[in-house]
T-cell receptor, first 113, second 115 residues
């Protein structure tokens, strides 16, 4: 009965590879997010979707492409991985009218070697 | 540009003491100020939140104090316990313009409570 789930939990890959992270929420929320947390714990928003529509697209390299097949799922695909992409990536969701009330997934630790 | 500034970066408190984390903002479009708690290896979780029309909100040992004129708010953890050791993030969101539909996070405070 996990509210926001992500797979995989850990991802180790080499530079230049392409990888995907999947996220699912069973809270019935309208809005989903992707965040990047660096080694200093800074949380930076990357994307936000509301009912499958892209709402927020921060200054993120276009190697990162989110996809929302339905409002319960938000996946993140990363092309041509670089060393600087190593971080923990969090998916989150919130009710459409309460963006301050976000529920985070357990995170995916991406290590690029 | 950091929209929400948080201090201190790290805090060490004795068990039973009071932990205080401070945040400041500039954008008057913000109208909701939540605090998130993150344990190692976990995602952040909403702890407590306040609106600017209230000067204080208390939930158990956690209290938010809000000073609208100074554009500052703080989290007080009374009777701090080792189980409170975590990273705390203040945040802000609004209902218009660039603040709509998103949270702006502070840079986090690593709290360690010694037994």
């Amino acid at each position: 009965d996990t509210a926001v789930s992500q797979t995989p939990k850990y991802l180790v890959t080499q530079m230049g590879n392409d990888k995907s992270i999947k996220c699912e929420q069973n809270l019935g929320h309208d809005t989903m997010y992707w965040y990047k947390q660096d080694s200093k714990k800074f949380l930076k928003i990357m994307f936000s979707y509301n009912n499958k529509e892209l709402i927020i697209n921060e200054t993120v390299p276009n190697r990162f492409s989110p996809k929302s097949p339905d409002k319960a799922h938000l996946n993140l695909h990363i092309n041509s991985l670089e060393l600087g992409d190593s971080a923990v990536y969090f998916c989150a969701s919130s009710p459409g009218d309460r963006s301050y009330e976000q529920y985070f997934g357990p995170g995916t630790r991406l290590t690029v070697t | 540009q950091q929209q929400v500034k948080q201090s201190p970066q790290s805090l060490i408190v004795q068990k039973g003491g009071i932990s205080i984390i401070n945040c400041a903002y500039e954008n008057t479009a913000f109208d909701y100020f939540p605090w998130y708690q993150q344990f190692p290896g976990k995602g952040p979780a909403l702890l407590i939140a306040i609106r600017p029309d209230v000067s204080e909100k208390k939930e158990g040992r956690f209290t938010i104090s809000f000073n609208k004129s100074a554009k500052q708010f703080s989290l007080h953890i009374m009777d701090s316990q080792p189980g409170d050791s975590a990273t705390y993030f203040c945040a802000a969101s609004g209902d218009r313009g660039s603040t709509l539909g998103r949270l702006y996070f502070g840079r986090g405070t690593q709290l360690t409570v010694w037994p």
